[in-house]
């Protein structure tokens, strides 16, 4: 019996990569013998969506370009979703073959799993973020084979899990919103898990690592941990959300490493000063194996930090769905 599946593309502004994309796509649900590709459009002003058009699928763009973030794209694209299963994946990457018939047969041999994913492969790693990225993949429990607290980087869900929580992501969440995803499905019973089988390819941004980073910071992205942990105050996830994330021991740590530079610099104890500064940077660069890679950490970890506990003060731009829908127009049929 054939199982249709969806294959919903997030995209903004992916003009380069969109076709590779719905292509992959499409490839992938002849391979199953059924099911559609719709592609979830945030507004997008360089012709994503028109390239889109040209192929059979659905095209779906936000319709109020304010409500545009990373779970916007990720709530638009469930909410083009028609049938039992549905994978979820950004417009930079592309499905290699042979991986979502293996998902399909894995998540409905395992009833009481929501999602399953694979491995994530990066196309590109020209800058300091995605080399970094890779070297950590290993070290990471939600990248590994096995049970995972999130799905990062695209998996194939039950549509009926998500149902039953009423909506997909948060739009008020610019980062994160697939751990916000799997902290309410956990605390509804679901689990997560990740197979041993090449899913994608991701080409991810191809600009330096400074320039990345800066972006990262000024967009919101690089503190959606703060507004994560603000969404849940109050919600049955928060204290999964507490136990799981890591960002929040992070942001820790180097909130505790501020107050010893400033307790350093308040009693004048200038070399106690420079050596909490020296060696963590070292650390870091004898942990990546590189002192370019290490002072980036040492930035980035600084910059994260102070994303996030701006991002939980702020009051979030749009409150929890709470059940509602996104609008949206639709600009292709397919």
């Not at 192929?55 to 109020?64: E, F, G, Q, T, W």
Request: aromatic share 10%; with cysteine; proline share 3%.
């Amino acid at each position: 019996m054939t199982v249709a599946v969806t294959i919903a593309i997030k995209a903004y502004n992916e003009a380069d990569n969109i076709a590779a994309a719905i292509e992959s796509a499409l490839a992938a649900i002849a391979e199953l013998g059924g099911g559609e590709v719709v592609l979830a459009d945030c507004a997008s002003t360089d012709g994503t969506a028109q390239i889109a058009s040209r192929y059979p699928i659905r095209v779906l763009s936000l319709a109020k370009p304010d409500e545009r973030s990373c779970g916007a794209g990720a709530q638009l694209a469930y909410q083009g979703v028609r049938t039992e299963f549905f994978y979820l994946m950004d417009g930079d990457m592309t499905l290699i073959p042979g991986f979502l018939p293996q998902a399909l047969a894995w998540l409905q041999a395992h009833p009481d799993f929501a999602g399953v994913g694979g491995n994530v492969k990066d196309r590109y790693l020209e800058n300091a973020e995605f080399l970094i990225r890779e070297a950590s993949l290993a070290r990471d429990a939600h990248r590994r084979e096995g049970p995972v607290d999130r799905l990062d980087g695209g998996g194939l869900y039950r549509a009926a899990a998500i149902e039953h929580l009423g909506y997909f992501a948060d739009p008020a969440l610019r980062s994160f919103e697939e751990f916000e995803l799997a902290a309410r499905l956990g605390v509804a019973g679901w689990k997560m898990a990740r197979i041993d089988v090449d899913a994608v390819l991701h080409s991810g941004h191809r600009i330096d690592g400074l320039s990345l980073m800066w972006y990262r910071f000024t967009s919101g992205q690089m503190g959606g941990a703060g507004t994560l942990l603000r969404a849940a105050l109050g919600k049955p996830h928060w204290r999964y959300t507490l136990a799981h994330l890591r960002q929040v021991r992070a942001v820790a740590t180097v909130t505790g490493w501020w107050m010893l530079l400033l307790a350093g610099a308040i009693a004048g104890a200038w070399l106690a000063v420079a050596l909490l500064v020296v060696i963590p940077a070292a650390f870091l660069g004898f942990r990546r194996r590189s002192l370019k890679l290490g002072l980036y950490s040492f930035l980035v970890w600084n910059l994260a930090a102070i994303a996030t506990l701006r991002s939980f003060v702020e009051h979030p731009r749009r409150s929890s769905l709470q059940g509602k829908q996104l609008a949206f127009t639709v600009l292709h049929e397919g």
